[in-house]
């Protein structure tokens, strides 16, 4: 006991002295920079993931934090759980878009301009910052697609010379050219496509919330929001060496030592205070995605959600059909769980939700309360309905596919006609149990005395009242079950044929 006393106070000694000497953070951790790779769509997985490495970056008293981007864009909702955990990180982050070839455009775009610092590897691509839904689509019976040989209408502006496309050519041309004196500037400021037109009410208000929220984000870092305008409105994007000249990025790097570099001294808001980045010589440490944004990478794809979900449902109803078969029931109520966890991580519409639940529901009706078709018929409808309302998104990476839904659907309805068919058989087919599938049996008596006696039926002996002069032997026919009693008549077809009579 004594030997084993001295070996914990041996161990606590050497745990107290290991904790006495570690290194304290201020000299080794905050000389850190934290590497977070934003790649692919941006979506709750992604959203996740930076959230969870700007708490690290903070925790772990990093000096900065680089946020590589190269994103095509993605969910507006998971665009903004982004910007918001950049605006309240207390560890400054230098937005880079890399490598070589990679591109912030839509949601990346709003990404970048949030930023502290905003940089970009040259051969890169910005911008095309306009709302997904809004964009496309097919002309109105009334409007005129360009090259069509028709004439469009005259306007008011088409009157009026000073707003007339060939004077605002000329003024951008001219304006152009007075600020530096660049002809190819020029020329693209003349060629410079207008903003198309919102169509309806809705979109003009989409389009003027994302320009307000982008303004806002350049005035916060004083970054021009004159082109984050434009590229809401129209579209625009830009290379790296023009985003530079337009004072739309900060800086223009190689790499992550020369974006180190050229970001030392450089002084930023960093929540209500100023603070100067001393990014100089700092040790870069990369904190890649780990397996739990890789599993909500892949379970927040609406088809796959969707697909958990209907495999939760008839895993269950196979589970009530069979009890004690386990496996239907285990594998059902966790792919159950799985599918609702991956439908709470995307923007869903309650209305789709609630569509897509009561589908389930009545096609398991269907499978208990067989209606003749009406419930599973009506459940397929709710279910395809549900799932076209499900997710509340423009965006092509997170739309329901229109085959899967109609899959399910179709093989909901098969599942539907086969048991209605199975329900109509059965009520078509004769009685094969119970007492009422006695009646019609010829049976055997036992004994037999008047009108009252006993019988062999279905391997029990049971009382029978009938007509008088039975014997025990005789064929009988039961035609009704009065409890415990049977009623039968003689077999007619076995009776011996009456003598004829004489003349």
Same mark, same amino acid.
């Given at each position: 006991m004594l030997r084993i006393f001295c070996g914990i106070a041996l161990l606590w000694m050497l745990a107290i002295a290991s904790a006495w000497g570690e290194t304290p953070p201020d000299s080794a951790q905050r000389r850190?920079?934290?590497? #977070?790779?934003?790649?692919?769509?941006?979506?709750? @997985?992604? &959203?996740?993931? $930076?959230?969870?490495?700007?708490?690290? /970056?903070? +925790?772990?008293?990093?000096?900065?934090?680089?946020?590589?981007?190269d994103t095509p864009g993605g969910l507006d909702t998971s665009m903004r759980d982004i910007i918001r955990a950049i605006l309240a990180s207390p560890v400054p982050v230098i937005?880079?878009?890399?490598?070589?070839?990679?591109?912030?455009?839509?949601?990346?775009?709003?990404? #970048?301009?949030?930023?502290?610092?905003?940089?970009? @590897?040259? &051969?890169?691509? $910005?911008?095309?910052?306009?709302?997904? /839904?809004? +964009?496309?689509?097919f002309p109105k019976p009334d409007e005129k697609e360009p090259g069509s040989g028709d004439k469009p209408a005259e306007t008011s502006s088409d009157k009026s010379p000073e707003t007339s496309p060939a004077k605002s050519a000329d003024k951008a041309t001219d304006k152009a050219t007075d600020s530096n004196g660049d002809k190819s500037s020029a020329k693209r400021a003349a060629d410079k496509p207008p903003a198309a037109a919102p169509k309806d009410a809705s979109e003009s208000k989409a389009i003027n919330d994302a320009v307000a929220y982008i303004r806002s984000l350049a005035a916060l870092r004083g970054r021009n929001a004159d082109w984050a305008e434009d590229a809401v409105r129209s579209a625009a994007s830009l290379s790296a060496r023009e985003a530079h000249a337009q004072q739309v990025i900060d800086l223009i790097a190689d790499d992550i030592p020369d974006l180190l570099e050229q970001a030392d001294g450089r002084t930023v808001r960093v929540g209500n205070?100023?603070?100067?980045?001393?990014?100089?010589?700092?040790?870069?440490?990369?904190?890649?995605?780990?397996?739990?944004?890789?599993?909500?990478?892949?379970?927040?794809?609406?088809n796959l959600a969707l697909m958990l979900l209907m495999v939760g449902v008839y895993g269950l109803i196979f589970e009530f059909m069979n009890p004690g078969a386990l496996y239907p029931g285990v594998v059902g109520a966790i792919c159950l769980l799985v599918g609702l966890y991956a439908l709470s991580?995307?923007?869903?519409?309650?209305?789709?939700?609630?569509?897509?639940?009561?589908?389930?529901?009545?096609?398991?009706?269907?499978?208990?309360?067989?209606?003749?078709?009406?419930?599973?018929?009506?459940?397929?409808?709710?279910?395809?309905?549900?799932?076209?309302?499900?997710?509340?998104?423009?965006?092509p990476a997170y739309e329901v596919s229109l085959p899967l839904v109609a899959g399910v659907a179709v093989a909901s309805l098969g599942m539907t006609f086969l048991i209605a068919r199975l329900a109509l058989r059965s009520r078509r087919a004769p009685i094969v149990s119970g007492a009422e599938a006695l009646i019609g049996q010829h049976i055997k008596v036992l004994s037999w005395n008047g009108e009252q006696g006993h019988v062999a039926a279905a391997g029990e002996r049971w009382r029978a009242v009938g007509p008088a002069g039975l014997a025990a032997g005789?064929?009988?026919?039961?035609?009704?079950?009065?409890?415990?009693?049977?009623?039968?008549?003689?077999?007619?077809?076995?009776?011996?044929?009456?003598?004829?009579?004489?003349?």
């Amino acid at each position: 006991m004594l030997r084993i006393f001295c070996g914990i106070a041996l161990l606590w000694m050497l745990a107290i002295a290991s904790a006495w000497g570690e290194t304290p953070p201020d000299s080794a951790q905050r000389r850190s920079a934290i590497v #977070l790779s934003l790649d692919g769509i941006v979506g709750p @997985a992604t &959203a996740d993931y $930076l959230i969870r490495g700007l708490a690290a /970056a903070h +925790g772990q008293n990093a000096a900065a934090v680089i946020l590589r981007i190269d994103t095509p864009g993605g969910l507006d909702t998971s665009m903004r759980d982004i910007i918001r955990a950049i605006l309240a990180s207390p560890v400054p982050v230098i937005a880079y878009v890399s490598p070589n070839g990679a591109r912030a455009a839509s949601a990346g775009t709003y990404i #970048l301009y949030a930023s502290h610092v905003a940089a970009m @590897a040259p &051969a890169t691509n $910005l911008g095309a910052a306009t709302p997904v /839904a809004l +964009g496309g689509g097919f002309p109105k019976p009334d409007e005129k697609e360009p090259g069509s040989g028709d004439k469009p209408a005259e306007t008011s502006s088409d009157k009026s010379p000073e707003t007339s496309p060939a004077k605002s050519a000329d003024k951008a041309t001219d304006k152009a050219t007075d600020s530096n004196g660049d002809k190819s500037s020029a020329k693209r400021a003349a060629d410079k496509p207008p903003a198309a037109a919102p169509k309806d009410a809705s979109e003009s208000k989409a389009i003027n919330d994302a320009v307000a929220y982008i303004r806002s984000l350049a005035a916060l870092r004083g970054r021009n929001a004159d082109w984050a305008e434009d590229a809401v409105r129209s579209a625009a994007s830009l290379s790296a060496r023009e985003a530079h000249a337009q004072q739309v990025i900060d800086l223009i790097a190689d790499d992550i030592p020369d974006l180190l570099e050229q970001a030392d001294g450089r002084t930023v808001r960093v929540g209500n205070s100023q603070t100067e980045l001393q990014t100089k010589g700092l040790s870069v440490r990369h904190r890649e995605p780990d397996w739990r944004t890789r599993a909500l990478s892949v379970i927040t794809n609406p088809n796959l959600a969707l697909m958990l979900l209907m495999v939760g449902v008839y895993g269950l109803i196979f589970e009530f059909m069979n009890p004690g078969a386990l496996y239907p029931g285990v594998v059902g109520a966790i792919c159950l769980l799985v599918g609702l966890y991956a439908l709470s991580a995307l923007p869903l519409t309650y209305a789709g939700l609630a569509l897509v639940l009561l589908g389930a529901a009545l096609m398991v009706a269907e499978i208990f309360t067989p209606s003749i078709g009406i419930l599973g018929i009506g459940g397929a409808i709710a279910f395809v309905l549900g799932s076209l309302l499900l997710v509340d998104t423009d965006a092509p990476a997170y739309e329901v596919s229109l085959p899967l839904v109609a899959g399910v659907a179709v093989a909901s309805l098969g599942m539907t006609f086969l048991i209605a068919r199975l329900a109509l058989r059965s009520r078509r087919a004769p009685i094969v149990s119970g007492a009422e599938a006695l009646i019609g049996q010829h049976i055997k008596v036992l004994s037999w005395n008047g009108e009252q006696g006993h019988v062999a039926a279905a391997g029990e002996r049971w009382r029978a009242v009938g007509p008088a002069g039975l014997a025990a032997g005789d064929t009988v026919v039961i035609t009704a079950v009065h409890g415990v009693t049977l009623h039968v008549r003689a077999d007619t077809h076995l009776l011996p044929p009456e003598p004829a009579r004489r003349g």
